[in-house]
């Protein structure tokens, strides 16, 4: 596929409209004269160009008023009087909102703000075009025309590509006195809170490493087009062979992950994507800023595109545009980052894997642009204890590396170069969770009973040596799962059976005699090792994974068996099997377990003294015929978090659609309640360690379900045995037995307030 064929169909100015555009803003911005001349240039540029009566700029001030710096078509008096407040108007609409605004009939849209001295009375259609850098609008494009007609899809396009160079001029100090230019990289370094979605509680202070590393800071036109165009070609000539040589690198991957090299390869040699860069150099633009332009100019085709495949390739896109910039720019490759002692870790998204690779002594918080409560890099994050913040997705756009970064967890907020205040009132916070952490463990050998009288067991959720600590630390009564697919995540190939029985016998050397529950490896879904070979699936978590690959590929089960065996010779074995959906796949397991004893037996190795099994529900199947699956194991754990994926068919991957439905819906609280119930009637010791429990209202709901034993991350113990204690389990169930019943979406709010009203401790 070629980028060249993402065009729209019609006509318009096209590649060669827009190198002429280039070319003449560039003599404008060139040329000798006041500041005011050179922008009144651009302006009239601008105009002619686009057909439109009218042209204005309007840049933002320090107070956010948005002034009318130069027009072409209005009246010129109203220059450097007429001004906008941020949200006011139609101008101060297209600054608050980031996006362009189109209306054929301006002054009857209801925003519409009149300013008499700009003499706009005959103008009818409007269209505002957002001057955007590093997220933050410097100011806004204004066209208008007397007739009433709605601008098209390639004129918004066009005016778009124009405001992007727009704004790096403005910020270049190309084009404005040094005194505004200083106005607007103030504005683009002002300190600034993003509000997103906690992930991982906690506190943390540092500074911004992105994953993927930034663009260098570049200039706006160049001098000498024919060595920017040399530049531009070695850049591509080493980007090519970059992306070549990861293909040779990865060559034994397969499926979606060699998918997108070979398109980022298609990409990389597009004939057009190099015509146009080249195109946009020989009109007078920086290698860099050709990038820029010609990216700027892709979006807006890929964003009109109805083809979702290329929406998503637009992504592609951007990456190879960044490596390409950063490779001119002089970096080698696009390697590991350096971090700092105390990096808060900046990017759009990212896999388990990738943050097990980081140094856990420097990483101190994660920023992610999109990742979901229970996926699996959260999962990681929480068990690492590191604060995370979701949600934030101009987060990368907004920051700059090496600027400090305060994540509040709790909040769900980040504060990005944060004023002195901030800083101190956040250290405070953070030493106060500190002491609190401390007043949690003092508790630890508390019995945890509600105040009815009901036992409760916590146990913990780990999956690396270093979680084993926790267990003392928090005074959790075992590890309730052991999440053992991390180790097969972390490596470049398959853990040999020794390095596997090592880790295993560790955690329960280290857990000291308290159980410790093997959850048997959950590759699969977004757990993908990049040596394994997972095929492509369109909807991999309902995919090959859990138990499925495990019975038809035992080259991966049994050695780990055999290792789990061997690791727990003499003491007591507890193993469960993630993701069964129905009971006789237990039996498939049971089988292959047991050719392992056979064969331990047989070579005279020493047995674990007691083998107890469980299967984790997960899937409705598995919920509806608990009873069934409790009858061929010792012990059930919901696992909540595929669980209610299932339950509602909202993939908990995807920041869309995961928090659109809420575990405290009475029909799957109810869905919740029948599980339980035939798990005691089976007399199945149950458990819940999905990751729902975490948050103390769903806890206390669990709690009144009839649920007595959960595994939680180790932050979480603390806080949990708390609640418990402050808690009725009969006035939770006599509560929710109504509730239930009533047509509610949510009873989230309800039982916070009953909580609240009966004392209970919900920190
Ligand atoms: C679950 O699904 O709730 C669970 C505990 O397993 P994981 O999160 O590892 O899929
Ligand atoms: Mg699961």
New binding site residues.
């Given amino acids: 596929m070629s980028i060249e064929n993402t065009r729209p169909p019609h006509g318009g100015h096209g590649d060669r409209g827009i190198t002429v555009l280039l070319r003449r803003m560039h003599d404008a911005v060139a040329q000798e004269g006041s500041v005011q001349d050179r922008l009144d240039q651009l302006t009239s540029v601008i105009a002619s160009h686009v057909v439109a009566d009218v042209c204005s700029i309007y840049l933002r001030r320090p107070d956010d008023d948005l002034e009318l710096y130069s027009t072409e078509g209005l009246n010129r008096e109203a220059v450097h009087k007429t001004r906008l407040k941020w949200g006011e108007g139609l101008v101060g609409l297209v600054a608050e909102g980031h996006r362009p605004l189109v209306t054929a009939d301006a002054p009857l849209h209801p925003a519409f703000a009149y300013r008499p001295e700009t003499g706009e009375d005959p103008l009818h259609s409007f269209l505002g075009v957002p001057l955007l850098r590093s997220g933050k609008t410097l100011g806004v494009l204004v066209v208008q025309n007397k007739a009433a007609r709605i601008y098209s899809d390639e004129e918004v396009g066009a005016a778009q590509a124009v405001a992007t160079l727009l704004a790096e001029i403005a910020a270049s100090g190309e084009l404005l006195s040094q005194e505004e230019t200083d106005v607007v990289g103030e504005m683009l370094r002002r300190p600034e809170k993003l509000k997103g979605f906690g992930i991982v509680s906690g506190i943390a202070l540092g500074r911004a490493v992105f994953l993927q590393p930034p663009a260098p800071k570049h200039k706006v036109f160049a001098d000498d087009p024919a060595a920017e165009a040399a530049r531009l070609e070695d850049g591509l000539n080493r980007l090519r062979a970059s992306v070549d040589e990861m293909l040779v690198s990865n060559a034994s991957l397969s499926g979606v992950s060699r998918d997108v090299l070979e398109t980022y390869r298609l990409f990389a040699y597009d004939r057009g994507w190099k015509d146009r860069l080249r195109a946009a150099v020989f009109s007078g633009l920086t290698a860099e800023s050709a990038v820029e332009q010609v990216k700027a100019e892709n979006r807006a085709r890929l964003l009109q595109s109805r083809d979702p495949y290329l929406r998503e390739r637009l992504h592609d896109l951007d990456d190879l545009s960044h490596r390409l910039l950063r490779l001119m720019g002089g970096a080698l490759n696009g390697g590991r980052r350096k971090l700092y002692d105390d990096t808060i870790l900046v990017a759009s998204t990212m896999g388990p894997a990738e943050l097990l690779e980081y140094d856990r002594k420097s990483l101190k918080g994660l920023v992610l642009g999109e990742v979901s409560a229970?996926s699996?890099v959260a999962?990681v994050a929480r068990a690492l204890k590191i604060p995370m913040v979701t949600g934030v997705r101009d987060a990368i756009d907004r920051t700059d590396e090496g600027d400090q970064i305060v994540i509040d967890g709790d909040a769900g907020e980040i504060h990005i170069r944060p004023v002195r205040e901030v800083v101190e009132a956040f250290r405070a916070k953070h030493q106060r969770q500190s002491e609190r952490q401390a007043v949690y463990a003092s508790e630890r050998d508390i019995p945890t009973e509600t105040k009815d009288g009901v036992k409760i067991s916590i146990l913990m959720?780990a999956g690396l040596a270093l979680d084993m600590p926790y267990l003392e630390e928090t005074g959790a009564e075992g590890v309730g799962?052991f999440?053992t697919e991390l180790q097969f995540l972390i490596g470049t190939q398959l853990p040999s059976v020794s390095t596997q029985e090592a880790l295993y016998r560790e955690a329960l050397d280290l857990a000291a005699g308290k159980p410790v529950i093997f959850?048997t490896a959950?590759i699969g879904?977004d757990k993908t090792a990049a040596y394994m070979d997972h095929g492509a699936e369109v909807n991999p978590a309902m995919g090959w994974r859990g138990v499925r690959m495990a019975v038809d590929r035992p080259g991966i089960i049994r050695p780990q068996l055999r290792a789990l065996l061997s690791a727990a010779a003499g003491r007591e074995l507890y193993l469960m099997f993630?993701l069964v959906t129905l009971a006789s796949e237990l039996d498939g397991m049971r089988a292959l377990l047991d050719r392992e004893v056979e064969r331990a037996k047989k070579s005279g190795r020493d047995l674990p003294r007691a083998i107890n099994i469980g299967a984790?529900i997960?899937t409705p199947a598995a919920a509806w015929q608990a009873d069934q699956i409790a009858a061929k194991v010792d012990f059930l754990s919901?696992?909540?978090?595929?669980?209610a994926q299932f339950y509602f068919a909202a993939d908990r991957d995807s920041e869309r659609v995961q928090r659109r439905y809420d575990p405290m819906n009475p029909g799957f609280l109810s869905f919740l309640q029948m599980t339980v119930q035939k798990a005691l009637k089976a007399k199945a010791p149950l458990s819940y360690?999905?990751?729902q429990a975490v948050d103390p209202v769903t806890a206390a709901a669990l709690i009144g379900l009839g649920v007595t034993q959960f595994s939680l991350p180790a932050v979480s113990v603390g806080p949990f045995r708390r609640l418990v204690r402050s808690v009725s389990a009969g006035d939770l169930a006599a509560w929710l037995a109504v509730e239930m019943q009533q047509p509610h979406l949510s009873l989230r709010d309800g039982c916070a307030q009953f909580l609240k009203d009966n004392g209970a401790a919900l920190e």
Avoid at 638 to 643: A, T
């Fill in positions: 229970t699996h999962i959720n799962l999440r959850r959950d879904g993630p984790m997960e919901i696992g909540g978090n595929d669980l360690c999905g990751e």
